[in-house]
């Protein structure tokens, strides 16, 4: 069993004056893709966000390699090696392509085996290299936002809701492109909504409902399981099938 | 898939108005008089807006106290010309010291009054206004209540002729040297990556944070620098007036939001042609039709927003 490369212990998130985090608990293995998984409003995205910073953690601990990190702001949450795709994509429309990933390499110019490597699961990148980023269609927007999160070797990727709005066979380059990238040992934590791309591509799974984890394993026993599938997942996962 | 080409209808429409005053006066003589007036003054008002419209851009600050770092800029120039000489070879060093005053003004300026309002759009106004006030009155406490002269060094005093046609030397120096600082400001913006940086967080500033990048840090810089150059700005606009009064900043900022409004906040392209055409406007109708001069460049902001909500270059905020 491989350890945990992050681990998230009673962690409480409130904004405002709603409490959307209610003490989750669950750890994402070292070198595995682990599936957050959940209803509409359950609090996945919260989750992410919570991780990155984006907002701060009333209580609870987040651990990333032992150090917690819950109270770190984000540039310093994103200097510890972790890549971040929002759902919403975060692109820079009047930046150019290369101008997105230039940004995204912190730690130098970009490396030519690894944009190499990324173009050979998302070709139009390399084709629309010079164009600005809003004129991409929304795949295309997809994998610019996941290209960025990887241009560099991360410790860990998170990665909000990738499928969602795209096109059956855009789906299935992306899950190549995870499928590949999981190879290299990058640790992912990924929502998602589509079960058929959790199923495809996740080792381990968290399952939220109301602000808590309420089942966490392999994802290959949920895959398994119907009855657990419909009492954890129910309608959401009734409309993916 | 269509490349989105470089939107050049604004340029356009700078050329329109330019080439439509031609027409209206007739005389090419006064028209290119006019022009390099309208774009000397465009460029003046371009060096003094810029660093607003990143800020306004970058942080959604809204900073009424902009016009503090033109007084500034101007009284310290009227000091250091003094102190220099009031040669041509005082300018470098004075124009140099309003800089490196307005922006280690700009510096405090962050750090105590805008930096515990970020978020607070009604704060800032107030806050902003109040130091304005506060600041005008230390201006009175340092430099006093009157009017000072500015003369401008004795070689930019005067026209060229060319045939027909007088320009002002000083209007042709002022355009030179706001070109220049275009040219510079839109080669780091688009060719560096604090450049890039800075467009990103004007786009997204959240995201640029999730990149590991400290937004604030960046912000500060573009503060700094936005004040700079509105010393900059108000030394030379000083030398322009040739005076200088406590309310020169409070004055121009009227025409520098009608800029920044008019160019879409947060896009310096757009302040370069908002400022443009509100200095060419402004010198047009105030040739063509003085009483109606006062309101010409509302006037313009209205039709321009009526055209583009958004401004001649909206920036689109994710």
């Known amino acids: ?241 | 898939m269509k490349a989105e080409r470089f939107d050049l209808i604004p340029f356009v429409l700078l050329a329109a108005a330019t080439l439509g005053a031609l027409a209206l006066i007739r005389t090419p003589s006064t028209w290119v008089t006019l022009t390099v007036a309208g774009l000397a003054m465009g460029l003046l008002i371009f060096i003094m807006a810029s660093g607003l419209t990143l800020v306004f851009g970058l942080m959604d600050v809204m900073n009424f106290a902009h016009g503090l770092f033109i007084a500034v800029g101007a009284y310290v120039a009227v000091t250091a010309m003094k102190l220099f000489g009031g040669t041509l070879a005082a300018l470098a060093p004075a124009l140099l010291a309003t800089m490196l005053m307005a922006g280690a003004l700009g510096l405090v300026f962050e750090r105590v009054i805008i930096r515990p309002v970020y978020g607070q759009h009604l704060k800032q106004i107030l806050i902003t206004t109040g130091g304005m006030i506060v600041a005008e009155q230390l201006i009175h406490v340092l430099w006093g209540p009157d009017l000072l002269p500015l003369p401008r060094p004795e070689p930019l005093r005067g026209a060229l002729l060319f045939g027909d046609v007088a320009i002002e030397r000083f209007r042709l120096g002022a355009v030179l040297l706001g070109v220049l600082i275009f040219v510079a400001m839109a080669l780091t913006l688009n060719r560096t990556k604090l450049g890039l940086l800075i467009r990103a967080g004007v786009e997204n500033k959240e995201m640029v944070e999730a990149m590991g990048y400290r937004i604030r840090r960046l912000f500060v810089g573009v503060f700094v620098a936005g004040s700079a150059l509105a010393g900059l700005g108000g030394a030379l606009w000083g030398m322009y007036q040739e005076a200088v009064t406590v309310h020169i900043g409070a004055q121009m900022m009227v025409l520098i939001f009608i800029v920044i409004i008019i160019g879409g906040l947060g896009s310096v392209t757009g302040c370069f042609v908002g400022a443009l055409l509100v200095g060419l406007v402004a010198n047009y109708v105030g040739y063509l039709a003085p009483k109606v001069a006062l309101g010409s460049n509302i006037l313009l902001m209205v039709i321009i927003l009526l055209w583009r909500p958004q401004g001649l270059y909206p920036v689109g905020k994710s």
Do not use: C
């Open chain 1, 1 to 241: 069993m491989p350890s945990d490369l992050l681990k998230l212990e009673g962690v409480h998130t409130r904004i405002g004056q709603y409490h959307i985090l209610h003490g989750v608990d669950f750890a994402v293995p070292r070198g595995e893709l682990t599936m957050l998984l959940g209803r509409n409003g359950a609090g996945k995205t919260t989750t992410l966000r919570t991780i990155m910073g984006l907002w701060r953690a009333s209580a609870g601990r987040i651990e990333l390699e032992g150090r917690d990190i819950a109270q770190l702001d984000t540039p310093a949450v994103a200097g510890l090696g972790i890549g971040y795709v929002p759902e919403a994509m975060g692109i820079f429309a009047g930046l150019t392509v290369r101008e997105n990933l230039l940004l995204a390499a912190r730690n130098g110019p970009l490396d030519a085996a690894r944009l190499e490597w990324i173009f050979r699961y998302f070709e139009a990148l390399k084709k629309f290299w010079h164009l600005p980023a809003g004129n991409l269609s929304g795949g295309q927007k997809q994998m610019l936002a996941i290209s960025r999160a990887i241009v560099e070797p991360r410790k860990l990727v998170l990665v909000d809701e990738p499928t969602k709005g795209l096109a059956p066979s855009i789906i299935n380059n992306l899950i190549a492109a995870f499928a590949e990238l999981k190879k290299t040992g990058t640790t992912i934590l990924m929502v998602e909504q589509n079960f058929h791309v959790a199923r495809s591509l996740g080792d381990s799974v968290a399952v939220m409902d109301s602000g808590r984890i309420v089942h966490a394993g392999r994802m290959a026993q949920l895959a398994a399981d119907q009855a657990l599938q419909n009492r954890l997942l129910g309608l959401s996962l009734e409309a993916q099938q």
